[in-house]
């Protein structure tokens, strides 16, 4: 650890028990997270098997923009890219793609992915939709025939892969308009439907922001905190 780096490290974990009220009302995993001594940036967290191009990931494992990340059954991993923070859950494959240390974009080719950005555009590509986003907290859940999209907060221009005039850009807070994104519209489907909030926190999203020295827009705003 860099000169430093401890103190930096236990700030951190000081800064977000207070974020997440402590004690008892703490999940596990967020519970691991602070007990995490690595410095910001790279793999804070693993639970199972991890892999970073091909080669087991470990706490501490650098992750840069055209690298990829894979999660087994049972296996998570939570990590920094700069000012981005991610939380990959099992069974799950994530390519990245930019410069330097800066993520522009992410395809997402399944599983389950919870992710904050810093400012800046980004894009997210899944099997079924194409995303734009812009200081965006958000979730996504890939199946074969349609991609989960939860905006948590923020802005986010959704287009359906298999039907580029099906679009619609969604503005929220807290989570206030999850949507599917399907393959192929065949009535009554349509290719960007409602959807509800499922399989991801608040929590998860204050720790998220927390790695990387900010806090969700909701914090603070005397809206009770939800975990779907």
Same mark, same amino acid.
């Given at each position: ?39 910001? &940036?790279?793999? @804070?967290?693993?639970? %199972?098997?991890?892999? @970073? ?6 706490? &501490? ?20 890219? %700069?000012?981005? #923070? ?13 410069? %330097? ?27 079924? #939709? ?25 802005? #986010? ?27 192929? %519209? ?10 509800? @909030?499922?399989?991801?926190?608040? #929590? ?7 790695? @990387? ?16």
């Amino acid at each position: 650890m860099k000169p430093g780096g401890e103190f930096l490290a236990r700030g951190r974990r000081d800064w977000l028990k207070r974020a997440l009220l402590g004690g008892a009302a703490m999940p596990l995993l967020l519970r691991d997270v602070l007990a995490a001594r690595t410095p910001p &940036g790279g793999m @804070v967290m693993i639970k %199972g098997e991890v892999r @970073v191009n091909g080669s087991a990931a470990r706490t &501490g494992t650098r992750v840069a923009p055209g690298d990829r990340v894979v999660t087994a059954t049972g296996g998570l991993a939570v990590f920094v890219v %700069g000012k981005d #923070a991610f939380l990959l859950r099992q069974g799950s494959e994530l390519h990245t793609a930019g410069g %330097g240390a800066l993520i522009a974009s992410l395809r997402l080719v399944t599983g389950k992915l919870l992710s904050v950005f810093g400012k800046g555009a980004r894009s997210i590509t899944t099997p079924t #939709a194409t995303i734009g986003i812009r200081g965006t907290g958000i979730y996504l859940e890939v199946e074969p025939e349609r991609s989960y999209v939860c905006t948590c907060y923020g802005v #986010a221009d959704l287009q359906a892969s298999n039907m580029p005039a099906a679009r619609e850009t969604v503005r929220t807070t807290h989570h206030d308009a999850p949507r599917y994104v399907y393959a192929r %519209g065949e009535m009554p489907i349509k290719m960007i439907e409602l959807a509800p @909030v499922i399989n991801h926190s608040d #929590a998860e999203l204050i720790m998220l922001e927390a790695l @990387v020295g900010r806090e969700p827009p909701f914090v603070g705003s005397g809206r009770q905190y939800q975990d779907y």
